[in-house]
């Protein structure tokens, strides 16, 4: 049975991961998230930049990683990074050193390797994130892993160069036995552009070489579904 949480709209939806975020991260002493690219959590990041999130979660905790990253320099526009940095990091009081982005600039298994190896001297060995967000295409991609693409096959690099349908089409990303060894995993899906694919997900066979998005099983953490109201139309009702 998933933890499906439903909301009204995207604005909701981001309200009530913000809070989710923030109660996951009360209290803990180092709170590691690997944050998703693309359009749908730029509302969370700009509800955790802003009154009362911004001022009450202590972010000193907080350490910023990325699940996946564009193969472009970090001041380009379609770089995830930049993304979370004009709506987030540059409004909230994070040392620079808890900032751990994937190095979209260097070719991408030089940036690949030296994720992993930045992901090592924090975790000192298998990451064990304690959330992974996560966001989902169209075509049932996580991440960035895309429907029939290599890095689905991969059992042990932690960090892999991909190959995206659409531009930019060169991605880093972690991979699945990473991001199923996280504590908790945040699906934020918003949209009825979603609505067939989540469907399919969800409540369909399983085919995660076309639907990326059901290689996702934590193996002893938690996968939480936040969907808003038009992306869950079509799934089927809750038992
Ligand atoms: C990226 C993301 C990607 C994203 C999905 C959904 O780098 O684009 O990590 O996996 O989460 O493509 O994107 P939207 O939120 O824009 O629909």
Redesign the pocket.
Known sequence: MNDLRLFSDTDALAQGAAAFIAQQASGQRRFSIAL???????ALYHVLASPPFATHINWSQFHLF?????CVPPDHPDS?YRMAAETLISHVALPPENIHRMFGERPPHEGASAYAAELRAFFGGLPHFDLVL?????DG?????FPHTPALHETTRWVVPNE?PVAPYG?L?LTAPVINAASTVLF????R??AARLHEVLDGASDPQRLPAQMIHPVSGHIIWMVDAPAAQLLNPSP
């Not at 998703?36 to 730029?42: V, Y």
């Open positions: 998703s690219g693309g359009s749908t959590p730029r990325w699940g996946d990253e564009r995830n996560l966001g989902m295409g169209d991609h996580t991440a960035s892993l995206a991605r990303t934020l899906i918003s949209g552009t979603k």
